[in-house]
């Protein structure tokens, strides 16, 4: 558990506060409410701001982390015989730009994917600003009917994406999510 922890790493609350207080302030809000998700994120720190955006505060350890889980996968590519593709950040600005540049990648070819409104720089941290989609339902909350019923546009996205060359980079079940009847994904890395 100590190394998890570690891994994970912790913002501090105080700068928390700052980054969510700047999202407000970006998007004319007198007011920052903010809400933790409770979420198994080891590569940033998720919220919900004023019910309308979804933020996520990237910290220099979790480019870090991120750093060191993108060369493990490179290197099991290659001793498989494939090239690697996934890339490294330099810092956690990076990140979020290229998180929002995939998600943008992502709606481009015509898939879901909340709207992608900004990534930018906070002290140390770098910010990603997204729609928040209040009612959704991951796909591991849904029954075995209802998994059985979204696969085929499941499957038929997966094809999209490679047929675009793309890859989702963290592609599991809390990362796809049913809104409205409509699949969504997210955390396009």
């Known amino acids: 558990m100590a190394f998890r922890r570690f891994v994970r790493g912790r913002v501090e609350w105080s700068a928390l506060e700052a980054v969510c207080r700047e999202v407000a302030v970006r998007y004319d809000q007198r007011v920052a ?40 996968r490179n290197l099991g590519m290659f001793s498989s015989g494939t090239e690697g593709f996934f890339e490294r950040f330099a810092n956690p600005v990076e990140m979020a730009e290229h998180e929002l540049a995939a998600t943008r990648r992502i709606r481009e070819i015509g898939l879901n994917a909340p709207e992608p409104l900004e990534a930018f720089a906070y002290d140390e941290f770098g910010v990603l600003v997204l729609e928040y989609l209040p009612a959704f339902r991951t796909i591991e909350d849904l029954l075995p009917a209802e998994v059985r019923e979204v696969a085929p546009e499941f499957f038929a996205s997966l094809a999209r994406m490679h047929d675009a060359g793309l890859g989702h980079g963290d592609l599991r079940a809390e990362n796809v999510l049913v809104a409205d009847g409509d699949l969504y994904f997210i955390d396009a890395t």
Not at 42 to 70: M, Q
């Open 33 to 72: 409410r903010v809400v933790f998700l409770e979420t198994d994120n080891w590569l940033s720190t998720p919220c919900v701001v004023n019910d309308r955006w979804f933020v996520k505060v990237i910290s220099p350890r979790n480019a870090l982390v991120h750093g060191l889980f993108t060369t493990g």
